[in-house]
């Protein structure tokens, strides 16, 4: 059993940055390879990027490359997603998420965090 907790999230303006964090606790946690997705309003939830349990690769959804980066400490058993230059349209619920394999569907989701960016 993996558990995951967000946090990180809150209120920017256009152009700003946040980061967000993603704790993760569980005997096997650090070999999962973790991913952030994001659900707005009235859309699906949506891809964003992942990176494996080594920290050796990483993939990155169009909407996002050049502007997010993913990183993992595994020492602290953590995940990172720092966003820059963000744009109203990333106002969404960020979420977490634990899987084998960077391509394979998520076995384990966080709660979620809001993140809402102002123009």
């Known amino acids: 059993q993996v558990e995951l907790v967000e946090s990180g999230g809150g209120l920017v303006q256009a152009g700003g940055s946040l980061r967000l964090s993603c704790a993760t606790s569980?005997?096997?946690?650090?070999?999962?390879?973790m991913g952030w997705f994001r659900q707005a309003p009235g859309k699906e939830r949506e891809f964003l990027t992942a990176?494996?349990?080594?920290?050796?690769?990483?993939r990155y959804a169009d909407s996002v490359k050049g502007r997010f980066t993913i990183s993992r400490d595994n020492a602290k058993s953590t995940v990172y997603l720092q966003m820059n230059d963000l744009k109203p349209e990333d106002t969404a619920v960020y979420y977490c998420a634990a899987s084998r394999g960077v391509t394979s569907t998520p076995r384990y989701w966080g709660q979620g965090t809001q993140v809402t960016v102002s123009s």
């Open positions: 569980g005997r096997t946690a650090n070999t999962y390879d």
């Open positions: 990176i494996s349990w080594s920290g050796g690769s990483t």
